[in-house]
């Protein structure tokens, strides 16, 4: 077809153009778009401290045996583990693309639980943690504090009590984290002092979990008009 016969005939060019609009309006409105699209493999992790140990002992006693127990999960394709001197462990289980994450995250956890004999008790007593998460940020946000009126530990500790539980509810987020420190307290103790009581790490730790204790031991004036817990 020539290209003059679009000017000749003028109804027919009008007829094409609408044509051409109304295809374009109804493929406009029924083509899927995603703001995020799933392009990266489901990934589940599991995560727990093994308190005073180093990598190496990380490695033997804890990742061993968990990655023991979660090899062969359904659609799995490989996974990855890390291990620090702090005592902390982490695996990254990867499966295959378009496979259900919740599917993955309940097959992994009851693997987990099978291997709760196997663990250390110190690592049984904080717990494995399993969540999908993936190992990519994207989205990193900046908290700062005007004229610096409070410090780092304090603006830490406002986003872990007011914003990333808001931020963890918003559908679609896996998880949320503060990349800062938490309080804590930390303690040193000094060989020549412990061996003169006959002490052990282990002592000082029942005694700081003796004297931490929250007890619910009742309340007093139920039956008044006052009750105190």
């Known amino acids: 077809m020539k290209l003059d016969n679009f000017i000749k005939r003028p109804v027919l060019s009008t007829v094409i153009s609408i044509f051409i609009v109304v295809v374009g309006i109804i493929g406009l409105t029924s083509l899927p778009v995603e703001q995020y699209p799933n392009i ?5 992790q599991v995560e727990t401290t093994y308190t005073g140990a180093n990598a190496q002992t990380v490695l033997n006693s804890v990742i061993a045996p968990l990655e023991e127990s979660i090899n062969g999960a359904l659609n799995m394709t490989y996974m990855t583990s890390t291990a620090t001197n702090t005592g902390c462990a982490t695996i990254n289980v990867y499966f295959k ?3 259900d994450p919740d599917m993955a995250a309940i097959d992994v956890q009851n693997r987990v639980s099978q291997a709760q004999n196997l663990l ?3 690592v049984t007593k904080v717990g494995v943690t399993t969540k999908k998460r993936q190992s990519s940020m994207l989205i990193v946000m900046t908290l700062s504090s005007p004229n610096e ?3 780092q530990e304090f603006i830490e500790n406002y986003m872990a009590i007011n914003v990333i539980p808001d931020i963890k509810r918003i559908p679609g987020v896996g998880d949320a984290m503060a990349l800062g420190s938490d ?3 930390r303690i040193w103790l000094k060989p020549d002092k412990m061996a ?5 790490p282990s002592d000082i730790s029942m005694a700081l979990a003796d004297q931490n204790v929250e007890a619910a031991p009742g309340q007093f004036g139920d039956q008044g008009n006052q009750s105190y817990q």
């Open 120 to 122: 250390p008790a110190e």
């Open 97 to 99: 693309q378009g496979y």
């Open 40 to 44: 990266a493999p489901p990934t589940i």
């Open 183 to 185: 309080y804590s307290m």
């Open 196 to 200: 003169e009581y006959s002490l052990q």
């Open 149 to 151: 009126a409070f410090d």
